[in-house]
């Protein structure tokens, strides 16, 4: 199977910050990659598909970034919305997800 | 609207079986891949098992292997999770997915259900 690594865990921040979520694999997966948000109770929003596209509807301060076996997500301006769980999930092969980043306000 | 409705959880005993139903509309149903997902309580994500379009082709975690079986009935639009010799540890919100692109197998996952919690316990 392959490993999926969050960092950092949790993750502090303010309003207006600049985020940056990194998710290692422990091997390739090409683009294959996708960024989930995860609010308490709720299903997870897809964010983000094949490393750097931007689902319809998720606003344009969402972004990603990678190949092989590193990625981002980046969130230019944290607003308040923002404040959430986010996970990563490969689908190189059948899917495993990342433990998950709890971005908290700091 | 694009929706997908899971049924079927509840509390049961540990070594007994459940199943999990998940109601498909909005969408050409019979052309999408579906998933299972699960998440314990205050965890992270977790795959459960695949089924293809066509219903043909079948995958499952390592921690479900010849426990869990997964079926679609096209005709109802709908996607079956049977749960056999449950365990304390597959305790969880069970979720079932639409993959973004139609054929394909293994994709991100646009579409999720509200989930529906299934507990085992004694």
């Known amino acids: 199977d392959i490993q999926m690594t969050q960092s950092p865990s949790p993750l502090s921040a303010s309003v207006g910050d600049r985020v940056t979520i990194t998710c290692r694999a422990s091997?390739?997966?090409?683009?294959?990659l996708a960024w989930y948000q995860q609010k308490p109770g709720k299903a997870p929003k897809l964010l983000i598909y094949?490393?750097?596209s931007l689902e319809s509807g998720v606003p344009s301060r969402f972004s990603g970034s990678g190949s092989g076996t590193e990625f981002t997500l980046t969130i230019s301006s944290l607003q308040p919305d923002d404040f959430a769980t986010y996970y990563c999930q490969q689908y190189n092969d059948h899917p495993t997800f990342g433990q998950g980043t709890k971005v908290e306000i700091k | 609207q694009v929706q997908l409705v899971e049924s079927g959880g509840g509390v049961v005993q540990p070594g007994r079986s459940l199943r999990l139903s998940c109601a498909a509309s909005?969408?050409?149903?019979?052309?999408?891949?579906m998933h299972w997902v699960r998440q314990a309580p205050g965890k992270g994500l977790e795959w459960v098992a695949v089924?293809?379009?066509?219903?043909?082709?079948?995958y499952f975690a390592d921690s479900v292997k010849g426990r869990f079986t997964i079926s679609r009935d096209n005709s109802k639009n709908t996607v079956y999770l049977e749960m056999n010799s449950l365990r304390n540890e597959d305790t969880a919100v069970y979720y079932c997915?639409?993959?973004?692109?139609?054929?394909?197998?293994?994709?991100?996952?646009?579409?999720w259900g509200q989930g529906t919690m299934v507990t085992v316990s004694s």
């Open positions: 094949k490393a750097s």
């Open positions: 909005g969408f050409t149903f019979s052309s999408y891949a």
């Open positions: 997915t639409r993959v973004l692109q139609e054929v394909w197998v293994d994709d991100a996952f646009d579409i």
């Open positions: 089924i293809s379009s066509d219903g043909r082709n079948k």
């Open positions: 091997q390739s997966i090409s683009s294959w």
